[in-house]
C-alpha cells in the first residue's frame, strides 16, 4: 500500500515545489507601444492675426519614444513607448492647437512658442503582482514675442490601482485621456491665452 502512495505524494511535491518557484519568479511582462492623440479640440479665440513658431525640446534623459515602464519583476525590461519620438507627436499637436486658436498668416510679426518636456513619466509597482500605476506630466511653455516673454508649468499627476497589470489599450487610452486633460487646461488658462493674443 505504501508503496502505491508514495509516487502521488512525491509528484504532489514537486507540483506544489513548481507551483512556488513559478509564483515568486513572476515574468518579465513585454514592451508596449501606444499612439497618441494627433489633436484635441480647442475653445477657439480671437484672431491674432500672425503666424507662430513652435519649437519642443525634450528635457528628459531617456529615449525620446519611452514614456516609462509597465513594472513586473523587471521593469528596465518592460518599457512604454510612443509610436514617435515625443518631441515630434507633441510639436505636431502643438502646431495643430495653434492652428485651431487661428495662427497662421498675418502682418504681424511670427510669434516664438516653445514647450518643454520636463516630465513624461509612466510607471507600475516592481514584483509579481502588478497592481498599482502612476503617471505624471509637466510642460513648460514659454511664449516669446517684442513686448517679453511669459513661460508657465502645466502638470498633472494620476495613480490607479488595478486587478491586473493594464494590457495596451488601456495604457493608450489612460494616457490620452490625461494628456487632453492637461492640453485644454494649460490652453484655457487665461494667463496663457493673454500671452498668445488670442
Excluded at 500500500?1 to 513548481?18: D, E, G
Excluded at 489633436?39 to 528628459?60: E, F, H, K, M, Y
Excluded at 518631441?87 to 510679426?109: A, C, K, V
Excluded at 510607471?123 to 509579481?128: A, D, I, S
Amino acid at each position: 500500500m505504501k508503496r502505491t502512495f508514495q509516487p502521488k505524494r512525491l509528484l504532489r511535491a514537486k507540483l506544489a515545489a513548481l507551483l512556488a518557484a513559478a509564483a515568486l519568479s513572476g515574468c518579465v511582462l513585454s514592451p508596449q507601444t501606444i499612439e497618441l492623440n494627433q489633436s484635441v479640440a480647442l475653445s477657439p479665440g480671437q484672431s491674432p492675426n500672425r503666424d507662430a513658431l513652435v519649437r519642443v525640446v525634450d528635457q528628459r534623459s531617456k529615449s525620446p519614444d519611452w514614456i516609462g515602464h509597465r513594472g513586473g519583476r523587471a521593469p528596465e525590461n518592460s518599457p512604454l513607448l510612443v509610436s514617435e519620438s515625443l518631441d515630434t507627436l507633441l510639436t505636431r499637436r502643438l502646431q495643430d492647437s495653434l492652428r485651431q486658436l487661428g495662427f497662421g498668416q498675418g502682418p504681424e510679426p511670427a510669434l516664438k512658442v516653445q514647450m518643454d518636456i520636463d516630465t513624461f513619466m509612466y510607471q507600475c509597482n516592481e514584483g509579481v503582482i502588478v497592481n498599482q500605476c502612476g503617471l505624471e506630466i509637466e510642460l513648460m511653455v514659454t511664449v516669446i514675442k517684442e513686448q517679453g516673454r511669459f513661460s508657465k508649468p502645466y502638470r498633472i499627476r494620476q495613480s490607479r490601482e488595478l486587478a491586473v497589470s493594464p494590457v495596451q489599450e488601456y495604457n493608450q487610452t489612460w494616457v490620452n485621456e490625461a494628456l487632453d486633460s492637461l492640453w485644454q487646461h494649460m490652453f484655457s488658462d487665461s494667463e496663457l491665452r493673454r500671452a498668445l493674443g488670442v
